[in-house]
């Protein structure tokens, strides 16, 4: 049965480390994935994206994530979705509304009505929101080293308004858990496969 998983929440929440964490473990055919990117056109502009080598308009950097999102829906994910495959996809539309729509304030009715083009009626089955408050996960990107982009180079009240708004989001759509991921790794990757699990019936 085909299902369409999407990991969010700020920089240094986990997603990535649980996906890769709770992918084998269903057992399932399943492709996991990243936005923005996974494919050539969406890697090219990801890296336009998050390089420190431009500074763009917000609403140029909304378009560019839409259209980013579009090319790699098309090329990766639908084709797995109507293969009956499980798609687990690191990040997607819920970015967009937290990232550029509260907290570069575009507003969320603006940020929603690009991706609707960008998507159509793709949205994801279940969203997994990791949720930590932005302090935490961006100590622990510096903490390993990892190489930092010009998004997580935003001030501290930018990505306060990022965890406000995925707050908000989680809030509003039925689609979207919350995980608490301050907590250790091996609990949050518990607590994500067994949410998956739920859902897969
Ligand atoms: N619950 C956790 N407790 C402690 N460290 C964590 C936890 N989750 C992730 N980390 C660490 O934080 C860093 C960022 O994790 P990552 O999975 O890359 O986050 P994301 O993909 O959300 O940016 C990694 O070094 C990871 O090992
Ligand atoms: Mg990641």
């Known amino acids: ?56 308009d917000a609403r140029t950097e909304a378009l560019l994530f839409a259209a980013s999102r579009r090319q790699h829906l098309v090329e ?62 961006l100590a622990r990107i510096m903490d390993n080293q990892r190489e930092t982009n010009r998004l997580d180079n935003e001030s501290l009240a930018f990505h306060q308004r990022v965890y406000d708004g995925y707050n908000d989001l989680a809030d509003t759509y039925e689609r979207i858990v919350t995980i608490d991921a301050t907590r250790p790794i091996d609990e949050v990757i518990e607590d994500a496969y067994q949410v998956i699990i739920k859902k897969l019936g």
Request: charged share 20%; with cysteine.
């Open 1 to 56: 049965m085909s299902m369409f998983i999407t990991f969010e929440g700020p920089e240094g929440s986990g997603k990535s480390t649980v996906m890769q964490a709770v992918a084998p473990r269903l057992e399932r055919p399943l492709i996991t994935t990243r936005e923005p990117g996974g494919i050539r056109i969406s890697e090219a502009i990801r890296d336009l994206l998050l390089s420190d080598d431009y500074s763009m």
């Open 76 to 137: 990766k994910v639908q084709p797995a979705l109507d293969a009956g495959q499980i798609v687990l996809c690191d990040r997607f539309i819920d970015s967009s509304l937290a990232y550029q729509g509260y907290a570069r304030g575009i507003g969320v009715e603006e940020i929603m009505s690009v991706n609707q083009f960008a998507i159509e009626n793709y949205m994801p089955d279940l969203t997994l929101y990791l949720k930590v408050p932005p302090e935490i996960g």
